[in-house]
């Protein structure tokens, strides 16, 4: 039996039950980026004006979010169903009361503080403010961003506590890392500071784009989008808008990876291909080709069985590298070691942000696989083995959960994924979709 999001025993089913061994087969419009909605529902706040905003999905965070601003006395009228989203924040009745403190369940939480900062000059960080485990994720950088606008930072033994001068002054600024969340809040903070603000090694995934385009259509001036450097105009006021968010280019390549992996083919509807070279790519080197047309993208099944293709260097491993918009984005890595341990062959993956991300693929040898971990960024996969279902435990990372159940969904029998709820953090009706495209799967408790 399934229950809704907000029923008393919804909470409780975390875990993912698939029966595979079916070729997954059908088409899907995926749901739009978090990493895109999240800042937009941020950025709401520099603006007194009313915004709207279309196919935003319904998921932990966007939820989280959307109380705090009713706990703020903001408007926000959801229409679940239909995906659409009016939101409008007046301006505080009481500024004393200060500003509410910000979520920690959630990474994107830091980027509240901007909006914070302007509508009562301070903001409150209590405790930690978490995301996916993908070990140490300091809020330095972010830090480093406020102080360098003019924001006081001082730290208790309870929480951060952020105060401002309104409207702050514009700076320049040279991040020792292209972070997309350090990235948004910098354009956050330039775009009402008073002066021209310029971000040197800035982050230019392509929910960073789509987040400037929101800021554009809200008034503020943006130089340099989907380039490492940008240059923002402050202005005095924000206006409203209505914004349609795009297709999450992360669920794109997680149902053609699923098509792939099961030996089917799911057509996704995919809007910027453009943004998918080094991902086909990718794929190619498992011999999965992706074709695009008439805004649909999907693999083609008469390439074959997953096969690792061999390089031309000789006596070198083939090998997929993950790190900062334009590489291969981390966050999509899990999906390709999925594909590395069905694929025959060997290949060598690496995860050059993140230190002890690749710990979860010790949980692959529970299906059979043969994985060798040489390190926190390297893992190696000795693909194209016998497999058999497994029980087996999801670490707090989204694409983590979603390629465990992938190994899963290809492999005949009863398989579990215990604790995917991460999963709910960026898919909306994850399990559903995957239901209408044949795979045998649901949430439950695991027992037998």
């Known amino acids: 039996m399934a229950f809704a999001p907000g029923h008393p025993h919804h909470a409780r089913m975390s875990h993912l039950i698939v029966h595979g061994g079916t070729p997954l087969r059908g088409r899907i419009t995926p749901s739009a980026n978090k990493n895109a909605v999240l800042p937009v529902l941020c950025a709401t706040l520099l603006t007194r004006e009313p915004v709207r905003l279309h196919r935003v999905p319904d998921i932990t965070d966007v939820r989280r979010i959307l109380e705090l601003f009713r706990q703020m006395g903001s408007t926000v009228e959801m229409d679940v169903a239909a995906g659409t989203l009016l939101v409008q924040h007046p301006l505080p009745a009481d500024l004393d009361a200060g500003p509410p403190t910000l979520p920690e369940a959630m990474r994107s939480g830091i980027l509240l503080v901007p909006g914070l900062l302007a509508r009562f000059g301070a903001a409150r960080i209590a405790g930690d403010v978490k995301g996916c485990t993908l070990g140490a994720r300091e809020i330095d950088p972010h830090v480093d961003v406020f102080q360098c606008f003019g924001a006081q930072v ?46 040197t090694n800035a982050a230019s995934e392509p929910h960073v784009q789509e987040f400037c385009q929101f800021m554009q259509l809200l008034g503020a001036r943006i130089t340099g989008v989907g380039t490492s450097c940008l240059t923002i105009e402050g202005v005095a006021a924000l206006g409203g808008g209505e914004f349609t968010f795009t297709e999450d280019f992360h669920e794109v390549t997680t149902y053609l990876a699923l098509g792939a992996i099961t030996g089917g083919q799911v ?38 069985p997953l ?104 492999t005949p029998g009863r398989s579990v994924i215990r604790h995917a709820d991460p999963v709910r953090r960026a898919h909306p009706r994850f399990a559903e979709n995957l239901v209408g495209l044949g795979a045998a799967v649901a949430w439950g408790q695991g027992e037998p």
Not at 274 to 287: C, E, N, S, V
């Open 154 to 199: 001082e730290r208790t033994p309870a929480e951060v506590w952020l105060q401002a001068p309104r409207p702050l002054h514009a700076c320049d600024h040279w991040t020792d890392y292209a972070s997309v969340t350090t990235t948004e809040n910098f354009v956050l903070c330039a775009a009402l500071a008073r002066g021209t603000s310029t971000l």
């Open 307 to 410: 096969k690792v293709q061999p390089p031309f260097t000789p006596n070198m491993l083939p090998k997929v590298e993950a790190a900062p918009w334009p590489y291969l984005p981390v966050d999509l890595l899990p999906i390709f070691v999925a594909l590395g341990v069905r694929a025959e062959g060997s290949m060598l993956f690496w995860n050059k942000v993140y230190d002890g991300a690749l710990g979860w693929t010790s949980e692959l040898s529970k299906f059979g696989a043969h994985v060798f971990q040489s390190d926190p960024h390297r893992v190696v996969t000795f693909g194209g083995r016998p497999l058999h279902p497994a029980e087996v435990e999801s670490p707090y990372i989204i694409r983590v959960a979603i390629a465990l159940l992938m190994v899963a969904a290809s």
């Open 267 to 304: 057509r996704v509807r995919n809007s910027q291909p453009r943004h998918f070279p080094l991902i086909d790519r990718t794929f190619a080197r498992f011999g999965v080709q992706v074709r695009h047309d008439d805004g649909w993208s999907w693999t083609d099944p008469a390439a074959g």
